[in-house]
T-cell receptor, first 109, second 112 residues
Framework: RKEVEQDPGPFNVPEGATVAFNCTYSNSASQSFFWYRQDCRKEPKLLMSVYSSGNEDGRFTAQLNRASQYISLLIRDSKLSDSATYLC??????????FGQGTELSVKP | SQTIHQWPATLVQPVGSPLSLECTVE??????LYWYRQAAGRGLQLLFYSVGIGQISSEVPQNLSASRPQDRQFILSSKKLLLSDSGFYLC???????????FGQGTRLTVV
């Protein structure tokens, strides 16, 4: 079983749609969690950290369920500029950052 | 704030040739350092990570090695490249064990 698994893509949605990405992790001792965004042929960039209480940044909401070892990202009112690959990232003990395989999002006009 | 320098941006090397990719970090001390590889259309695979000078953990058996001769310098090497070594190589750094990582701009390596 992979350490971090994400929904397979691609997700093709119209502008204005709400889209949700899911991610599960296998190591119950994982310490911290993040969502990254990667544009085509570019390096990944931090989108947001994921806190136990859930957190929101504008149109983006991240949630963590430690009991189920599950992380989610919700994007409301999708924009064309949201098209990218979204990577779920888990920081395990000892400082290892493990990435999911990514979910591609394509927002269409 | 941290700055990561990674070069070159693009590299084409013949099979069997050596490789040396360098990554340097500014604006922080004693960072965690990472080398990742991303094959075309795939996720990021952690190759090596380092929590200090001379401390390297290898994640997968492979044709590559890493070294950390200085606190803010991380080097990825190979003695003889294989076709399967082609990919997008990314260096990353994190300040604390539980914080996010920041990436360099990556090196796109094509082995021919």
């Amino acid at each position: 079983r992979k350490e971090v698994e994400q929904d397979p893509g691609p997700f093709n949605v119209p502008e204005g749609a709400t889209v949700a990405f899911n991610c599960t992790y296998s190591n119950s001792a994982s310490q911290s969690f993040f969502w990254y965004r990667q544009d085509c042929r570019k390096e990944p960039k931090l989108l947001m950290s994921v806190y136990s209480s859930g957190n929101e940044d504008g149109r983006f909401t991240a949630q963590l369920n430690r009991a189920s070892q599950y992380i989610s990202l919700l994007i409301r009112d999708s924009k064309l500029s949201d098209s990218a690959t979204y990577l779920c990232v888990v920081n395990n003990q000892g400082g290892k950052l493990i990435f999911g395989q990514g979910t591609e999002l394509s927002v269409k006009p | 704030s941290q700055t990561i320098h990674q070069w070159p941006a693009t590299l084409v090397q013949p099979v069997g040739s050596p490789l040396s990719l360098e990554c340097t970090v500014e604006g922080t001390s004693n960072p965690n350092l990472y080398w990742y590889r991303q094959a075309a259309g795939r996720g990021l695979q952690l190759l090596f990570y380092s929590v200090g000078i001379g401390q390297i953990s290898s994640e997968v058996p492979q044709n590559l090695s890493a070294s950390r001769p200085q606190d803010r310098q991380f080097i990825l090497s190979s003695k003889k490249l294989l076709l399967s070594d082609s990919g997008f190589y990314l260096c990353a750094t994190g300040d604390e064990p539980n914080t996010e990582a920041f990436f360099g701009q990556g090196t796109r390596l094509t082995v021919v």
